[in-house]
């Protein structure tokens, strides 16, 4: 949902020259997992300590399978992917690769709205846009524990997301779109106790420490308490990505001419450090100083931005960032 007030911001160019980086080379992107092509076949990266991208995915007897979206497990030992989807029919799943890159696997049918358990135990996701075409069916919410494979059908809803504890998941009820272009919120306790609504929203995203909620209305982004009560504005903005402390938030406010993603980030007072570049998918390095982004122009590439600043550090070759 772009916003129309983001003034000079909106103007900004992405033919404009880059700033120069201001880091000594590609270290500033440790830890960081990305994708790259590998004999034309989209595979997992990962940035190693001393600025090399290590492959982990496409090793071995799975060199033909592509690899896209990747998502670290909090503890740091697995990514989860899924492969490049290629058209409606197919049976695509969601894959598990070990951090040194053994051990690539199947573990379920693909989903959206991937998620990891705070524990790394388990992933929660909903049906693909392949399965409910396919069955007219409404997507349905999965939970896989990790080390048996085990599947477990949870219901009908869009957009399930882990709360901080791990006790809890939120989702959309299929219920469809209210009048105010909200949707009921709902927090279903796995271990028990009947799911309840919260709040009404477009969409929602907890805060790292548990402590905050944030709420996608028609006039942007709203903070609230964990209940759903005591929203107030916070920035207009949508796709926002907590800090790992949960203290600052980047999110997008407009678009290029050329469909690019303009980000800032604010803190939990409402007070924008800084806005106007350009980036999608924005991704916080572990220790909360950095961002990297996907930049689509006028090659895709990857930028590493300090947090503090928006300051270019390093750009890089890949896309589809994760930290």
Do not use: C
């Not at 998502?71 to 951090?99: E, H, K, Y």
């Not at 930049?295 to 890089?316: F, K």
């Amino acid at each position: 949902m772009p916003s129309e007030s983001a003034g000079a911001d909106a103007t900004a160019s992405p033919s404009s020259p880059s700033p120069s980086p201001i880091l000594r080379d590609e270290t500033s992107a440790a830890g960081l997992a990305l994708i790259r092509l590998v004999d034309g076949i989209a595979q997992v990266f990962v940035i190693d300590a001393d600025g090399s991208a290590r492959q982990v995915t496409g090793l071995g007897e799975h060199a033909s399978l592509p690899a896209v979206r990747p998502f670290w497990s909090p503890d740091r030992t697995q990514i989860a992917f899924r492969p490049r989807a290629l058209g409606a029919g197919m049976d695509p799943q969601l894959w598990l690769v070990n951090a040194d890159g053994s051990e690539q696997r199947p573990i379920a049918d693909l989903g959206e709205s991937i998620g990891w358990s705070p524990d790394s135990t388990r992933l929660l996701f909903q049906d693909s846009v392949f399965t409910t075409d396919n069955t007219g069916e409404p997507p349905a919410m999965w939970l896989v524990e990790v080390a048996t494979g085990e599947v477990t059908m949870l219901g009908r809803g869009n957009v399930p997301a882990w709360l901080p504890d791990g006790l809890s998941i939120s989702y959309f009820p299929i219920a469809g779109i209210l009048p105010d272009n909200t949707q009921p919120l709902v927090v279903d306790p796995l271990s028990g106790g009947e799911p309840h609504e919260i709040a009404r929203a477009e969409g929602a995203w907890w805060s790292p420490d548990g402590s905050a909620l944030l709420l996608l209305q028609d006039d942007g982004l709203y903070l609230a308490k964990t209940d759903g009560s005591n929203a107030r504005h916070l920035v207009d903005g949508y796709s926002p990505v907590w800090s790992p402390d949960g203290l600052r938030v980047a999110y997008a406010y407009d678009v290029t001419a050329d469909a690019l993603p303009i980000i800032g980030v604010v803190d939990r007072d409402g007070q924008v450090l800084w806005s106007g570049e350009i980036g999608g998918d924005p991704s916080w390095s572990p220790d909360g100083t950095m961002l990297a982004v996907e930049v689509g122009y006028p090659e895709t590439s990857i930028q590493i931005l300090d947090a503090a600043s928006g300051r270019l550090l390093w750009e890089l070759e890949g896309e589809d960032p994760a930290w």
